[in-house]
């Protein structure tokens, strides 16, 4: 059964940090592409919208535009883990992280972790 486990969300200041983790299980984790995604309250219960994404062996590792140069995916397949560090932090980066991959057809999530940058 392939599960993913976020954590490392947080409370923090405008211009803070954080690394947040996926740890997974059930799955050959360093065969698949891993994706980060927020949903955030201005998006709505539907607009959960791509971040980051890390390929096999980190061939790729793209972010979306509103995080570029302050976010960086990455993945340690040792651990099964992929992570997200999260600098300059603002107000418009807060809401829930999920990460996701696509395993035979079928996107799996996990339960998500919050982040809430505010002073």
């Known amino acids: 059964q392939v599960h993913f486990e976020e954590s490392g969300g947080d409370l923090v200041q405008p211009g803070g940090s954080l690394k947040l983790s996926c740890a997974a299980s059930?799955?050959?984790?360093?065969?698949?592409?891993i994706f980060w995604y927020r949903q955030s309250v201005a998006k709505g219960p539907d607009g959960r919208e791509v971040?980051?994404?890390?390929?096999?062996?980190?061939?790729?590792?793209n972010v979306a535009d509103p995080v570029r140069g302050r976010f960086t995916v990455s993945r340690d397949d040792a651990k099964n883990t992929a992570y997200l560090q999260m600098t300059s932090l603002t107000a418009e980066d807060t809401g829930v992280y999920y990460c996701?991959?696509?395993?035979?057809?079928?996107?799996?999530w996990g339960q998500g972790t919050q982040v809430t940058v505010s002073s």
């Open positions: 971040v980051a994404t890390i390929t096999p062996s980190s061939t790729i590792r």
């Open positions: 996701s991959a696509w395993v035979r057809g079928v996107q799996y």
């Open positions: 059930g799955l050959s984790f360093s065969d698949y592409a």
